[in-house]
């Protein structure tokens, strides 16, 4: 990172996942670059997403696995003496990862929990056949960097 005193811990970057309410993933295939924003779950390391079973995104995840991924919590503009002197005030992650489909209701059970519990939902118990229905993925994260700007970086969703 050029600028080292923006760069956050681990741990903050930690922190922004598990704050956040939408990852914006990034994914490739032979026609470009696609990069689409979910509602995810953040547990044990992880990012997990449930989607339809079919589309553009599921295609490309099922070809070609590697992803990036970027989430921002706190932003807000930060006034300043002019047009250029404005700033912006924000926490943020980008990271790559794998991808990997969940197959099993009780693995697809416990991605749905995170889910819910990252946006304040209730965890509902599903059907058999509205788990089954579903497709669900999780991102495995194999690196990640953190940024931050402006005052009260530790604070508290805004």
């Known amino acids: 990172m050029r600028r080292a005193d923006k760069q956050m811990t681990a741990e903050a970057g930690r922190a922004v996942l598990a704050e956040g309410m939408v990852c914006r993933l990034a994914m490739c295939d032979a026609a470009g670059p696609y990069v689409v924003p979910l509602n995810y779950g953040y547990a044990e390391g992880r990012l997990y997403f449930h989607s339809a079973p079919e ?94 700007a402006g005052p009260a970086q530790g604070a508290a969703r805004d």
Do not use: N
């Open 55 to 148: 589309g553009r995104k599921i295609e490309i995840l099922r070809h070609y696995p590697q992803v990036c991924f970027e989430v921002t919590v706190a932003i807000r503009p930060i006034p300043g003496d002019g047009m250029c002197r404005w700033s912006m005030g924000f926490r943020s992650v980008v990271g790559t990862g794998t991808v990997a489909f969940l197959e099993t209701a009780d693995d697809k059970r416990t991605a749905l929990a995170a889910i819910a519990a990252q946006c304040g939902a209730p965890v509902e118990v599903l059907s058999d056949a509205a788990v089954a229905a579903l497709t669900v993925f999780r991102v495995d994260i194999v690196d990640m960097t953190g940024k931050h």
